[in-house]
């Protein structure tokens, strides 16, 4: 049999006709690759039939028997798939790269919540998305991408029992610490000392399940440990835990720090002075996670930095002998304002009690509103009546934001950068009305709301409803004419992020509510 070479197959003029088009690529060879064989019909079919026969003479000649040919298991389908409008943006956040994260990110929630998934089409390129992606796309197309997976011939990697077991040991402890907590903590303790510092530490974080003071001895011994970040968790789980010996030592510290001294007149109420005494550097401190920082320079230095760890450690109960409130206008009055507010602020951050969280808000508001003789207003106060503000319940922030903005305007813009993830639509509309009215306004004012560089952010947590996407476009269309202004950039970036959004639900049809339903 005579042997069939490359010249035969007439390879290169079938690549350029890949390359060049079947209409305008050069003709080919005038013998045919098989005998008897020649394709007809449309250029792009000829093309390809061509290509396949070259493909099978190629095998043909290397030798694969039949057996080699194994037909690919069947495709699992894990629901119906996506209508194609909703597809088609997904082939388009796929297209944009790393600045759509966000965007794919909200289409696999969607696609989750209505229990839809990707068409095959964009398998491959769902399969090259890695980290946190990934994982989202796991939830949705998972058996699919590992038939894929198979059927390219890609081998799941062996997992590394060096890496696994540390995450397979937590993930048992945790379990166990959910059917028998005493039990757990015991296993745990048995050989705890034997273990590499990093998976000490990794194990030690199970006992946030279920943690008690029965847990408490065996955090206290943790605080002798020799590997820092196991001291670090320890002290972290210790902090949480009401009744423990750390609280009670960050309590007493905290009583020798701060104290208020009380004088009563006949004729005037009662007047009040904090006394600050600044702690001093101790290996005791330092055990319990109090250590200086070796940089700091501004808000009172190093000592200024260990008075706002040890409040920041304490327990609220420390602070149990006078109203919250007093505290709050007492520090602010003081010339160590900045670590007291911010180690009160950490602490209620932690416990989260509701007395405390209104207190911090309303009092921080008073300073920053100019209504607390002697306190100015400043960068830092507004960053920190932020955050407070932020601890909130979601609907008290909303309401509070709302008021303030109708009352104070541009002034309490900041309290936006530091709120919820999302908005709901009630507030999403109010604050669509307010920007609307201060964009209809004087250029000082359009200046100032742009100096802020927070409305082009907002379409991210704002409810993305048809409504507010309408009203966004419109802010838009409405500014003056000739107006090149930032504020037009980014009402341009909050009216496109908003009938993106809105847009994606529209292409996902009645399986999905407009934005007045938060994703769950």
Known sequence: MEAVTASDLDWDAALAAALLGADRAPSAASDAPMPGFDPVGEPGDALLAQIAVQGLLLRA?????????????????????????????????????????????????????????????????????????????????????????????????APDPAEDAPADRYEGLTAFRRRDPDGARAALASGFKAEKAK????????????????????????????????????????RRLPGSRLGGRMAERTRAALAIESRR???????????????????????DGIEPNAYARDAGGRRAGLLRDILAAAPLGAFADHPPRLWIDLALQSEWSV?????????????????????????????????LPGVKRTEALSDLWARSVALLPAAAWEEAV????????????????????????????????????????????????????????????AAP???????????LARLPEGDVSRLRGQLAGLAETLELRAAMRREFGDLIADGSAPLT
């Open 61 to 157: 000649g290397i030798g694969i028997g039949p057996e080699a040919l194994r037909a690919a298991p069947e495709r699992p389908v894990g629901g119906p798939e996506c209508p194609p409008a909703a597809a088609r943006r997904l082939h388009a956040l796929l297209a944009a790269g790393s600045s759509a994260e966000p965007r794919r990110r909200e289409w696999f929630a969607l696609a989750e919540q209505a229990g839809l998934r990707a068409p095959s089409w964009l398998h491959a390129e769902l399969a090259a998305l890695r980290g946190g992606e990934a994982a989202l796309v796991r939830s949705i197309a998972g058996p699919e991408l590992d038939w894929l997976a198979q059927a390219c011939g890609i081998e799941a990697a």
């Open 199 to 238: 998976l000490r530490a990794q194990l030690l974080h199970a006992l946030e399940e279920g943690l008690s003071l029965a847990d408490e001895p065996f955090l206290e011994g943790c605080l002798d440990d020799r590997a820092g970040e196991v001291r670090a968790c320890a002290q972290r789980l210790l």
């Open 265 to 287: 007149h006949l004729l005037i109420r009662t007047r009040h002075a904090l006394t600050v005494t600044l702690p001093e550097e101790a290996p005791d401190l330092a055990r």
């Open 339 to 371: 670590p007291l507010l911010e180690g009160f602020y950490r602490c209620v951050r932690r416990e989260r009690d509701p007395a405390w969280i209104y207190a911090l808000a309303e009092g921080l508001f008073v300073a920053w509103d100019g209504r």
């Open 402 to 461: 709302a008021s303030l903005l109708r009352s104070h305007g541009i002034g309490a813009l900041p309290l936006l950068a530091k709120g919820p993830p999302r908005f709901s639509p009630a507030f999403t509309d109010a604050l669509l009305d307010w920007v609307a009215a201060v964009s209809r306004g004087t250029d000082a004012a359009r200046e100032s709301l742009s100096r802020a560089w927070i409305i082009g952010r907002l379409g991210n947590s």
């Open 465 to 475: 409803t048809e409504r507010a996407a309408a009203a966004a476009a419109s802010i």
